[in-house]
Protein backbone atom coordinates (compact mmCIF):
# COMPACT_ATOMS: atom_id res chain seq x y z
CA UNK A 1 0.00 0.00 0.00
CA UNK A 2 0.82 3.33 -0.74
CA UNK A 3 1.79 6.00 1.57
CA UNK A 4 1.14 9.92 1.24
CA UNK A 5 3.24 12.75 2.56
CA UNK A 6 1.28 16.04 2.37
CA UNK A 7 3.41 19.24 2.43
CA UNK A 8 2.33 22.84 2.81
CA UNK A 9 3.32 24.70 -0.93
CA UNK A 10 3.83 28.36 -0.61
CA UNK A 11 3.72 29.81 -4.11
CA UNK A 12 6.18 33.13 -4.05
CA UNK A 13 6.89 34.80 -7.51
CA UNK A 14 9.63 37.12 -7.43
CA UNK A 15 11.24 38.92 -10.27
CA UNK A 16 14.92 37.69 -9.88
CA UNK A 17 16.61 34.60 -7.32
CA UNK A 18 19.16 35.17 -4.91
CA UNK A 19 20.60 32.69 -2.39
CA UNK A 20 21.80 33.31 1.40
CA UNK A 21 24.65 32.45 3.15
CA UNK A 22 24.39 29.54 5.58
CA UNK A 23 26.20 28.90 8.72
CA UNK A 24 25.91 25.38 8.16
CA UNK A 25 27.99 22.99 6.34
CA UNK A 26 26.23 21.90 2.72
CA UNK A 27 27.19 19.19 0.52
CA UNK A 28 26.17 17.53 -2.82
CA UNK A 29 25.32 14.11 -3.16
CA UNK A 30 27.40 12.53 -5.92
CA UNK A 31 26.65 8.61 -6.64
CA UNK A 32 25.53 8.12 -2.91
CA UNK A 33 25.39 3.85 -2.26
CA UNK A 34 22.24 3.87 -0.09
CA UNK A 35 19.70 6.39 -1.87
CA UNK A 36 15.79 7.15 -2.69
CA UNK A 37 14.44 8.14 -5.74
CA UNK A 38 12.96 11.43 -5.96
CA UNK A 39 11.06 11.96 -8.81
CA UNK A 40 8.96 15.37 -9.78
CA UNK A 41 5.43 15.99 -11.39
CA UNK A 42 3.23 19.42 -11.83
CA UNK A 43 -0.44 19.51 -12.53
CA UNK A 44 -3.47 21.55 -12.33
CA UNK A 45 -7.32 21.44 -10.09
CA UNK A 46 -10.48 23.02 -10.47
CA UNK A 47 -9.98 24.59 -13.73
CA UNK A 48 -13.20 26.69 -13.15
CA UNK A 49 -13.52 29.77 -11.55
CA UNK A 50 -17.07 31.19 -11.13
CA UNK A 51 -17.64 34.83 -9.52
CA UNK A 52 -20.58 35.52 -7.50
CA UNK A 53 -21.89 38.29 -9.16
CA UNK A 54 -23.10 38.30 -12.43
CA UNK A 55 -20.38 38.58 -14.35
CA UNK A 56 -19.68 35.05 -15.43
CA UNK A 57 -17.14 32.32 -15.21
CA UNK A 58 -13.40 31.96 -16.25
CA UNK A 59 -12.68 28.23 -17.31
CA UNK A 60 -9.60 27.10 -17.65
CA UNK A 61 -8.85 24.86 -20.87
CA UNK A 62 -5.14 24.12 -21.31
CA UNK A 63 -1.47 25.43 -19.95
CA UNK A 64 1.69 25.39 -19.25
CA UNK A 65 5.01 25.58 -17.57
CA UNK A 66 8.46 25.97 -18.01
CA UNK A 67 10.07 24.21 -14.53
CA UNK A 68 14.05 25.11 -15.13
CA UNK A 69 15.28 24.04 -11.77
CA UNK A 70 14.09 21.76 -8.83
CA UNK A 71 16.25 22.50 -5.70
CA UNK A 72 16.30 19.96 -2.77
CA UNK A 73 17.73 21.06 0.78
CA UNK A 74 17.72 18.90 3.51
CA UNK A 75 19.02 19.21 7.25
CA UNK A 76 20.70 16.65 9.50
CA UNK A 77 21.58 18.29 12.29
CA UNK A 78 24.35 20.75 11.72
CA UNK A 79 24.61 19.52 7.95
CA UNK A 80 22.72 20.13 4.80
CA UNK A 81 22.47 18.30 1.91
CA UNK A 82 21.50 20.44 -1.58
CA UNK A 83 20.83 18.50 -4.78
CA UNK A 84 19.65 20.35 -7.94
CA UNK A 85 17.92 19.15 -11.12
CA UNK A 86 17.78 20.97 -14.40
CA UNK A 87 14.91 21.02 -16.66
CA UNK A 88 14.68 21.96 -19.95
CA UNK A 89 11.12 20.57 -21.18
CA UNK A 90 8.00 22.36 -20.92
CA UNK A 91 4.88 20.37 -19.11
CA UNK A 92 1.45 20.58 -19.57
CA UNK A 93 -0.47 21.53 -16.95
CA UNK A 94 -3.76 19.91 -18.33
CA UNK A 95 -2.41 17.10 -19.33
CA UNK A 96 -4.64 13.42 -17.60
CA UNK A 97 -1.68 12.51 -16.69
CA UNK A 98 1.04 14.23 -15.25
CA UNK A 99 4.45 14.26 -16.75
CA UNK A 100 7.34 13.48 -14.48
CA UNK A 101 10.47 15.96 -15.14
CA UNK A 102 13.76 16.13 -12.41
CA UNK A 103 15.05 13.18 -10.90
CA UNK A 104 17.95 12.19 -8.85
CA UNK A 105 18.54 10.36 -5.70
CA UNK A 106 18.65 11.55 -1.74
CA UNK A 107 21.12 9.52 0.51
CA UNK A 108 19.15 7.84 3.01
CA UNK A 109 18.70 8.84 6.31
CA UNK A 110 16.10 11.17 8.95
CA UNK A 111 15.87 14.52 8.18
CA UNK A 112 14.85 17.21 10.63
CA UNK A 113 13.77 19.63 8.00
CA UNK A 114 13.27 19.79 3.96
CA UNK A 115 12.74 22.21 1.74
CA UNK A 116 12.10 21.44 -2.26
CA UNK A 117 11.55 24.58 -4.28
CA UNK A 118 10.23 24.59 -7.98
CA UNK A 119 11.35 27.43 -10.01
CA UNK A 120 9.80 28.01 -13.10
CA UNK A 121 11.11 30.44 -15.84
CA UNK A 122 10.40 32.74 -18.81
CA UNK A 123 12.15 31.75 -21.74
CA UNK A 124 12.68 34.11 -24.31
CA UNK A 125 9.55 35.56 -25.45
CA UNK A 126 7.77 32.46 -23.92
CA UNK A 127 6.07 32.79 -20.25
CA UNK A 128 6.83 30.89 -16.99
CA UNK A 129 3.71 30.04 -16.69
CA UNK A 130 0.52 30.25 -19.15
CA UNK A 131 -3.03 29.52 -18.61
CA UNK A 132 -5.46 29.49 -22.02
CA UNK A 133 -9.06 29.53 -21.35
CA UNK A 134 -12.68 31.43 -22.23
CA UNK A 135 -14.74 34.32 -20.50
CA UNK A 136 -18.59 33.26 -20.19
CA UNK A 137 -21.53 35.60 -18.70
CA UNK A 138 -24.57 33.99 -20.51
CA UNK A 139 -24.13 36.67 -23.26
CA UNK A 140 -20.62 36.52 -24.29
CA UNK A 141 -17.88 33.94 -24.50
CA UNK A 142 -14.40 35.41 -24.93
CA UNK A 143 -10.78 33.87 -24.74
CA UNK A 144 -8.83 34.35 -22.29
CA UNK A 145 -4.93 34.04 -21.85
CA UNK A 146 -3.08 34.75 -18.14
CA UNK A 147 1.03 34.82 -18.83
CA UNK A 148 3.08 34.82 -15.92
CA UNK A 149 6.30 36.52 -16.55
CA UNK A 150 9.72 36.09 -14.94
CA UNK A 151 10.93 34.11 -12.35
CA UNK A 152 7.52 31.55 -10.71
CA UNK A 153 8.65 29.40 -7.98
CA UNK A 154 6.99 26.69 -5.36
CA UNK A 155 8.27 26.44 -2.53
CA UNK A 156 7.81 23.06 0.43
CA UNK A 157 8.64 22.30 3.49
CA UNK A 158 8.94 19.34 5.50
CA UNK A 159 10.06 18.22 8.69
CA UNK A 160 11.00 14.87 9.96
CA UNK A 161 11.01 12.94 6.81
CA UNK A 162 13.04 9.67 6.65
CA UNK A 163 14.20 8.25 3.24
CA UNK A 164 15.21 4.74 3.31
CA UNK A 165 17.16 2.17 0.77
CA UNK A 166 16.10 1.42 -2.67
CA UNK A 167 13.07 3.10 -2.32
CA UNK A 168 11.50 5.65 -4.82
CA UNK A 169 8.47 8.75 -4.34
CA UNK A 170 6.73 11.23 -6.48
CA UNK A 171 6.41 14.48 -5.60
CA UNK A 172 3.28 15.79 -7.24
CA UNK A 173 2.86 19.70 -6.98
CA UNK A 174 -0.88 20.66 -7.45
CA UNK A 175 -2.21 24.33 -8.58
CA UNK A 176 -5.45 24.95 -7.63
CA UNK A 177 -6.99 27.32 -10.07
CA UNK A 178 -10.19 28.20 -8.59
CA UNK A 179 -8.93 30.48 -6.57
CA UNK A 180 -6.55 32.58 -8.20
CA UNK A 181 -8.94 35.08 -9.36
CA UNK A 182 -10.70 35.66 -6.35
CA UNK A 183 -10.92 39.69 -5.71
CA UNK A 184 -11.56 40.18 -9.48
CA UNK A 185 -14.85 42.39 -9.87
CA UNK A 186 -17.63 42.47 -12.40
CA UNK A 187 -16.56 45.78 -13.40
CA UNK A 188 -12.98 44.89 -13.86
CA UNK A 189 -14.09 41.77 -16.24
CA UNK A 190 -16.28 44.88 -17.82
CA UNK A 191 -13.60 47.29 -18.35
CA UNK A 192 -11.21 44.86 -19.31
CA UNK A 193 -9.20 45.97 -22.57
CA UNK A 194 -9.52 43.13 -25.39
CA UNK A 195 -6.77 42.40 -27.59
CA UNK A 196 -7.07 41.07 -31.02
CA UNK A 197 -10.55 39.70 -29.58
CA UNK A 198 -8.44 37.83 -26.70
CA UNK A 199 -8.50 39.14 -22.75
CA UNK A 200 -4.63 39.26 -22.44
CA UNK A 201 -3.75 39.45 -18.48
CA UNK A 202 0.08 40.08 -17.99
CA UNK A 203 2.32 41.95 -16.57
CA UNK A 204 1.60 45.11 -19.96
CA UNK A 205 -1.80 44.20 -20.23
CA UNK A 206 -4.92 44.50 -18.08
CA UNK A 207 -2.04 44.76 -15.15
CA UNK A 208 -5.14 45.24 -12.05
CA UNK A 209 -6.46 41.98 -13.49
CA UNK A 210 -2.86 40.53 -13.57
CA UNK A 211 -1.70 42.10 -9.94
CA UNK A 212 -4.97 40.51 -7.84
CA UNK A 213 -3.86 36.92 -9.79
CA UNK A 214 -0.16 37.49 -8.85
CA UNK A 215 -1.43 38.17 -5.02
CA UNK A 216 -3.57 35.24 -4.75
CA UNK A 217 -0.65 32.96 -6.16
CA UNK A 218 1.48 34.71 -3.70
CA UNK A 219 -0.76 33.57 -0.65
CA UNK A 220 -2.93 30.72 -1.42
CA UNK A 221 -1.48 27.79 0.23
CA UNK A 222 -1.12 24.27 -2.05
CA UNK A 223 0.09 21.18 -1.52
CA UNK A 224 2.85 18.44 -2.60
CA UNK A 225 2.12 15.20 -2.22
CA UNK A 226 4.33 12.82 -1.74
CA UNK A 227 4.00 9.38 -2.68
CA UNK A 228 5.98 6.54 -1.31
CA UNK A 229 6.18 3.40 -2.87
Known sequence: MKKLLLLSLSVLL????????KSNTT??????????????????????????????????????????LIKFEAKQGTTEIEY?????????????TATYFGSFS????????????FQLNSSGSTPALQLNGQFAN????????????????LKTE?????????????????????????GITESMLISASITGGTMIISSTSNTALYSIILNNL????????????
Request: with cysteine; glycine share 8%; proline share 4%.
Open 14 to 21: VGAYSSCK
Open 27 to 68: VTPTGAANTAKLDYQLKTVNPSASFRTTAGTITWTSGFANPT
Open 84 to 96: KSYNTAQIDLMAS
Open 106 to 117: VPVGTYNEIELK
Open 138 to 153: GLVTIPVIFKADGLVE
Open 158 to 182: QHNVTFSNNTSFTGVATLDLSGYTT
Open 218 to 229: RNKDHHTEFEHD
